[in-house]
């Protein structure tokens, strides 16, 4: 079997469930495991995330779509000249990975079409729902259920252990800011299953730009802040625009430190890594009973003593590595 991949998530449950050999096409935005970099990329984002602030990604993006145009290019020559047997593809964020029209619309073109694979979890559930479909598709149905039973014990260790927790913090999450987002679809899920209170959005909800003062008025204790596309280098460039908000100071997280910066890819890739998202996300929200879940190099956390008289340019400096060190 020939399976083309169209998004991250899909090119990550193929390698967990050992198909990366018939992997034959993924994106420039898939790089996990690092074994996929050796494989033909079919379809390239029109935005250089690396290069552009958030500011001048929503600027090229609403350029783009304004123009009616995709801000994906995929190369349908070469799908036609492969003919791989599956095509995974997404509907979920025409942000992140070229959506389902458009792949239907270069298929469809075909004298023998692929069977085109759809993936739009919402929450944990969903994602772990999603394994089965590729496992089903792709004909591994087996390692599939063996992975997503694997997946679902560490899930219940968490919160068997936050089972016996009576005291649970205010949380928030952002995976945008200028503009600000609020961390939709699973988000919400790992963050109540990791044992935090989020009064205003439910899991599976839609991602949603919002003003500063919806965070102010929601007082964090702890604030994840886990932007879309962005390592932690990335994430304390951006993080200067959050401290010159009014207010930022009086946030309960920022008074105490609880703001903490984690790396993207434990939680804007719906795959099996999800998992160790919300493992990260429990140790974070209650670090007196959960401990060694947190990859070195994956957390930054804010240090209240430097941040107090820094100015919002300086408050990217004032985060240190969480928990230990090497970043």
Not at 48 to 75: C, F, H, K, N, W
Not at 110 to 115: A, F, G, T, V, W
Not at 125 to 141: A, F, H, K, N, R
Not at 275 to 298: K, N, R, S
Request: glycine share 8%.
């Amino acid at each position: 079997m020939k399976i083309c991949s169209l998004l991250p998530s899909g090119t990550e449950i193929l390698y967990a469930l050992g198909l990366g050999d018939q992997i034959v096409g993924v994106t420039d935005l898939c790089d996990y495991p690092p074994e996929v970099k050796e494989k033909p990329v079919v379809c390239r984002s029109r935005i250089d995330v690396d290069s552009m602030t958030s500011q001048e990604v929503e600027a090229m993006m609403r350029r783009i779509l304004e123009a009616g145009e995709s801000p994906y290019e995929l190369d349908g020559e070469w799908i036609a000249n492969n003919s791989p047997d599956v095509v995974l593809t997404q509907d979920l964020c025409y942000f992140c990975e070229v959506d389902a029209q458009t792949v239907g619309r270069t298929v469809d073109q075909m004298p023998m079409p692929p069977e085109v694979l759809v993936l739009n979890p919402r929450t944990l559930q969903g994602i772990l729902d999603s394994i089965m479909q590729v496992g089903e598709t792709c004909g591994v149905p087996n390692r599939a259920g063996s992975l997503v039973s694997e997946l679902e014990k560490r899930v219940q260790s968490v919160e068997q252990v936050l089972s016996s927790v009576s005291g649970k913090p205010r949380v928030f999450s952002l995976e945008g800011i200028s503009p600000l987002v609020i961390g939709g679809h699973w988000i919400p899920d790992l963050l109540l299953r990791a044992g935090g209170v989020m009064d205003a959005f439910s899991p599976g909800c839609a991602a949603t730009r919002l003003p500063w003062d919806a965070v102010v008025s929601n007082a964090p204790d702890k604030l994840f802040v886990d932007l879309c596309s962005s390592n932690l280098q990335r994430q304390k460039s951006e993080i200067p625009w959050l401290a010159a908000q009014e207010d930022w100071h009086t946030l309960p997280a920022v008074r105490s430190g609880e703001v903490y910066l984690i790396d993207h890819v434990y939680f804007s890739v719906p795959g099996p890594r999800i998992v160790q998202g919300l493992e990260i996300l429990a140790q974070l929200t209650h670090p007196d009973v959960f401990e060694d879940l947190i990859p070195e190099g994956t957390v930054l956390k804010l240090d209240p003593a430097r941040s107090a008289d820094a100015a919002p340019d300086g408050i990217g400096d004032c985060f240190v590595p969480w928990p230990g060190a090497g970043v």
